[in-house]
């Protein structure tokens, strides 16, 4: 007995590649998405580059009240040619100012974390929104082929879950380190002018974490890769156990998806486990690297006071500066560990955007307004990658105006010819030409805007009813909008919706009948106007009544129209004029109301 499917494929059924661009390459090709924004970046980046005078400040009211409220010692000159007299000599009015000072540090600290936050959110927020615009965009552009290679749920998980990694990587990556790099610099500078000794240890410090975070990022990168990858296979498994939950449901296999989906489950934590350990062991070497650290500079402070060069107030703020000296360099280490995932993330979504789309644009189009219908495939062959040619060699011409049916069995090839006539791919030889040009000479906006395309199962979007009448001309007005429907038979139902036209569909049309989904594409094809009609046959699936009324639409939309018919039902070539067979890759070409009924149904089966 055969297995309930396996849990996933291999890495979510795509391929781990063992060679990863190097980080340097990835930062700068996210920067290159971000360039319209780098003079907000470079405001971010100011207002980092704040935060650390303002933290150095922090801990100088401390070292006041102990050397010199507490203690007996001087004030320091820079700070005792700053106050006046009657401050500097009063230990009420020192302890005072200290208190005051350290009230105000903690409101400019929040003041300035504020604004940092919130306009660092928006500026990733309109960044992140228009990088998913431009990969949904590529993604739209691809070939039929490049589609099925790539698979539609791994490339909604790369819009949606992975192209956020461009802000990871430059918000959240490159910002940071540059911020948390100037701040280290200005607190060893600080330091060393109390003590060299200290300065220098708290720099040898850094030596064991530069490398660990190269042995860490290096064991991380393929395994981030493996974990996204397994991720983006259970958002598959969840979209196709919902998307056919009929068929699960009457096959009584919910328990089966079920376990598909724990098992899934349980192996990406698996592979994430890896990369948890890996980060676990980081932070223990991180934690030992900055206690050794702190314990030496403890050791030397302590002795420097003993011998008088330092006073217990230097002590306690070199121990202030040195936390905030392993803060940034933690926070450096901790960046670097955390944009290995960044880096999963942004090669997977870049990777998508950078997919080169194989339907070439003329570089001097010819003008398309409204064609004429003369449609002909001149030799025409073509297959998938890696596969047998769908279709060899078709050869046939057709005169504005005709009725087309085109019948085969099933993957014989018969939408294969209508993607080949709207280019969503290209012949692998052979030309296809419309009024007399080939379709590769023509922008292919303008190409596509030529037809009106109405399937069996309706393609209706998350909108309003006009909304989705009006997606073919989104110029059109309200009074065009209503005459299209009115055609289509379809105002009448939309009228008496709680909103009329302004009244939500939802998800692909839940909330319309079949009859009136089907209506509602109707009301858009004869809104767009299109001269070439492509039908899958869009009334099959309903009953008769419905049927007759949206029949009788369609032969209405078909008139003056060159029209393809792609038929399931012989009964739905009574309207064409001729015939397309399409069997084992061949394209033959019969009379309409005249073919042979034996032709039609050995080439139907």
Same mark, same amino acid.
């Given at each position: =007995?055969?297995?309930?499917?396996?849990?996933?494929?291999?890495?979510?059924?795509? @391929?781990?590649?063992?060679?990863?661009?190097?980080?340097?390459?990835?930062?700068?090709?996210?920067?290159?998405?971000?360039?319209?924004?780098?003079?907000?970046?470079?405001?971010?980046?100011?207002?980092?580059?704040?935060?650390?005078?303002?933290?150095?400040?922090?801990?100088?009211?401390?070292?006041?009240?102990?050397?010199?409220?507490?203690?007996?010692?001087?004030?320091?000159?820079?700070?005792?040619?700053?106050?006046?007299?009657?401050?500097?000599?009063?230990?009420?009015?020192?302890?005072?100012?200290s208190?005051?000072?350290?009230?105000?540090?903690?409101?400019?600290?929040a003041? &300035?974390?504020?604004?940092e936050?919130?306009?660092?959110?928006?500026?990733?927020?309109?960044m992140?929104?228009?990088?998913?615009?431009?990969?949904?965009g590529?993604?739209?552009?691809?070939?039929?082929?490049?589609?099925?290679?790539?698979?539609?749920?791994?490339?909604?998980?790369?819009?949606? &879950?992975?192209a956020?990694?461009?802000?990871?990587?430059?918000?959240?990556?490159?910002?940071?380190?540059?911020v948390?790099?100037?701040?280290?610099?200005?607190?060893?500078?600080?330091?060393?002018?109390?003590?060299?000794?200290?300065a220098?240890?708290?720099?040898?410090?850094?030596?064991?974490?530069?490398?660990?975070?190269?042995?860490?990022?290096?064991?991380?990168?393929?395994?981030?890769?493996?974990?996204?990858?397994?991720?983006?296979?259970?958002?598959?498994?969840?979209?196709?156990?919902?998307?056919?939950? *009929?068929?699960?449901?009457?096959?009584?296999?919910?328990?089966?998806?079920?376990?598909r989906?724990?098992?899934?489950?349980?192996?990406?934590?698996?592979?994430?486990?890896?990369?948890?350990?890996?980060?676990?062991?980081?932070?223990?070497?991180?934690?030992?690297?900055?206690?050794?650290?702190?314990?030496?500079?403890?050791?030397?402070?302590?002795?420097?006071?003993?011998?008088?060069?330092? @006073?217990?107030?230097?002590?306690?703020?070199?121990?202030?500066? =040195?936390?905030?000296l392993?803060?940034?360099?933690?926070?450096?280490?901790?960046?670097?560990?955390g944009?290995?995932?960044?880096?999963?993330?942004?090669?997977?979504?870049?990777?998508?955007?950078?997919?080169?789309?194989?339907? #070439?644009?003329?570089?001097?189009?010819?003008?398309?307004?409204?064609?004429?219908?003369?449609?002909?495939?001149?030799?025409?062959?073509?297959?998938?990658?890696?596969?047998?040619?769908?279709?060899?060699?078709?050869?046939? *011409?057709?005169?504005?105006?005709?009725?087309?049916?085109?019948?085969?069995? @099933?993957?014989?090839?018969?939408?294969?010819?209508?993607?080949?006539l709207?280019?969503?791919?290209?012949?692998?030889?052979?030309?296809?030409?419309?009024d007399?040009?080939?379709?590769?000479?023509?922008?292919?906006?303008?190409?596509?805007?030529?037809?009106?395309?109405?399937?069996?199962?309706?393609?209706?979007?998350? =909108?309003?009813?006009?909304?989705?009448?009006?997606?073919?001309?989104?110029?059109?007005?309200?009074?065009?909008?209503?005459?299209?429907?009115?055609?289509? *038979?379809?105002?009448?139902?939309? #009228?008496?919706?709680?909103?009329?036209?302004?009244?939500?569909?939802?998800?692909?049309?839940?909330?319309?009948?079949?009859?009136?989904?089907?209506?509602?594409?109707?009301?858009?094809?004869?809104l767009?106007?299109?001269?070439?009609?492509?039908?899958?046959?869009?009334?099959?699936?309903?009953?008769?009544?419905?049927?007759?009324a949206?029949?009788?639409?369609?032969?209405?939309?078909?008139?003056?129209?060159? @029209?393809?018919?792609?038929?399931?039902?012989?009964?739905?070539?009574?309207?064409?004029?001729?015939?397309?067979?399409?069997?084992?890759?061949?394209?033959?070409?019969?009379?309409?109301?005249?073919?042979?009924?034996?032709?039609?149904?050995?080439?139907?089966?």
């Amino acid at each position: =007995m055969p297995t309930v499917g396996s849990p996933l494929p291999q890495a979510g059924g795509q @391929t781990v590649r063992t060679r990863r661009p190097q980080p340097s390459i990835l930062y700068r090709r996210a920067l290159r998405e971000a360039r319209p924004w780098l003079p907000q970046l470079a405001v971010i980046l100011a207002l980092g580059f704040v935060a650390t005078p303002i933290a150095l400040l922090a801990p100088i009211p401390v070292k006041i009240v102990i050397d010199n409220v507490l203690g007996d010692r001087p004030l320091p000159a820079l700070i005792d040619g700053w106050l006046p007299a009657g401050v500097a000599g009063s230990e009420e009015a020192l302890l005072s100012l200290s208190v005051a000072f350290v009230l105000l540090v903690a409101l400019v600290k929040a003041i &300035h974390g504020t604004i940092e936050f919130l306009y660092r959110e928006t500026v990733a927020d309109r960044m992140v929104r228009r990088f998913k615009g431009n990969v949904l965009g590529n993604a739209l552009g691809l070939s039929l082929a490049q589609d099925e290679d790539k698979g539609v749920v791994d490339q909604v998980f790369r819009i949606n &879950h992975d192209a956020p990694a461009l802000q990871a990587m430059t918000i959240w990556g490159v910002l940071p380190l540059l911020v948390s790099g100037m701040s280290v610099v200005w607190v060893l500078s600080v330091t060393a002018f109390f003590s060299g000794a200290v300065a220098l240890v708290a720099l040898a410090t850094t030596v064991p974490l530069i490398l660990l975070i190269y042995v860490s990022q290096r064991a991380l990168c393929d395994r981030w890769h493996r974990v996204r990858a397994f991720e983006s296979g259970i958002t598959r498994l969840v979209y196709e156990a919902l998307g056919a939950q *009929r068929v699960v449901v009457t096959c009584g296999r919910e328990g089966d998806e079920v376990e598909r989906l724990v098992a899934a489950a349980r192996s990406c934590f698996v592979a994430r486990f890896a990369v948890l350990t890996i980060e676990c062991g980081f932070k223990v070497g991180l934690a030992l690297a900055v206690g050794v650290g702190t314990a030496a500079i403890i050791h030397l402070g302590a002795r420097d006071v003993q011998s008088g060069r330092l @006073t217990p107030g230097d002590f306690v703020l070199l121990l202030s500066y =040195m936390a905030q000296l392993y803060e940034p360099l933690k926070a450096i280490a901790l960046h670097i560990i955390g944009q290995q995932a960044a880096f999963a993330c942004g090669e997977r979504a870049f990777e998508l955007l950078e997919t080169p789309k194989t339907i #070439a644009q003329a570089a001097d189009p010819e003008p398309l307004c409204k064609a004429r219908g003369a449609v002909e495939f001149r030799g025409v062959t073509f297959g998938y990658p890696g596969g047998r040619p769908v279709l060899r060699r078709a050869s046939f *011409r057709i005169q504005p105006g005709t009725c087309v049916g085109i019948v085969g069995p @099933t993957g014989s090839g018969k939408s294969t010819l209508i993607n080949l006539l709207v280019r969503l791919a290209d012949p692998r030889e052979g030309d296809i030409r419309l009024d007399g040009i080939d379709i590769r000479r023509y922008r292919a906006t303008d190409l596509r805007r030529q037809f009106s395309i109405m399937e069996q199962e309706p393609a209706l979007f998350t =909108m309003t009813v006009a909304g989705n009448i009006a997606y073919g001309r989104p110029d059109a007005t309200p009074a065009e909008i209503e005459a299209a429907a009115r055609r289509a *038979r379809a105002h009448d139902f939309v #009228a008496a919706l709680p909103q009329g036209y302004d009244s939500m569909v939802g998800e692909r049309g839940a909330r319309l009948s079949g009859g009136e989904r089907q209506r509602i594409c109707l009301a858009r094809a004869f809104l767009k106007d299109a001269p070439i009609l492509v039908l899958d046959e869009p009334t099959s699936a309903l009953d008769q009544e419905t049927e007759a009324a949206i029949t009788a639409g369609v032969e209405e939309l078909m008139a003056g129209r060159t @029209t393809f018919i792609i038929a399931h039902r012989l009964s739905t070539l009574r309207r064409a004029d001729m015939i397309l067979c399409v069997q084992d890759g061949r394209v033959t070409v019969e009379a309409g109301a005249g073919a042979a009924p034996a032709t039609l149904a050995a080439a139907a089966e």
